[in-house]
């Protein structure tokens, strides 16, 4: 089994963010994804394809799932947890992201069938 994950561009991410369109269970959204140097972490909106703010600000944190406690239609059936599935890491630095940990995408539904 592979694993999917956000295919964030670390290029220049501490200076502006990546954004990222992406089709998710037949939802088109973006992803704006950036560091903040004061916090020391990453942080993201998600938006519809027309830029309509669904979440914003919300910080990537080490196992939790991005998408988590939304209560908006727009947000599909699926978790994004970032995670090393190499059991290396514990939490998301600059350093580690995109690295070793990745916003991998999980289908919630999948053992419901």
Do not use: C
Not at 1 to 30: C, F, K, Q, S, W
């Amino acid at each position: 089994m592979r694993l999917e994950y956000l295919p964030i561009n670390r290029t220049n991410i501490e200076y502006r963010p990546d954004r990222l369109a992406v089709n998710m269970a037949g939802a088109a959204l973006i992803f704006k994804v950036s560091w903040n140097p004061v916090a020391h972490g990453f942080f993201f909106d998600l938006l519809t394809r027309d830029g309509e703010p669904i979440i914003e600000g919300r910080k990537l944190v080490y196992g939790q799932d991005m998408l988590g406690n939304i209560s908006d239609d727009r947000v599909p059936e699926k978790g994004i947890i970032p995670f090393d599935p190499s059991s290396h890491a514990k939490e998301i630095t600059f350093d580690n992201f995109m690295r070793s940990v990745k916003p991998y995408i999980l289908d919630l539904l999948e053992g419901d069938e």
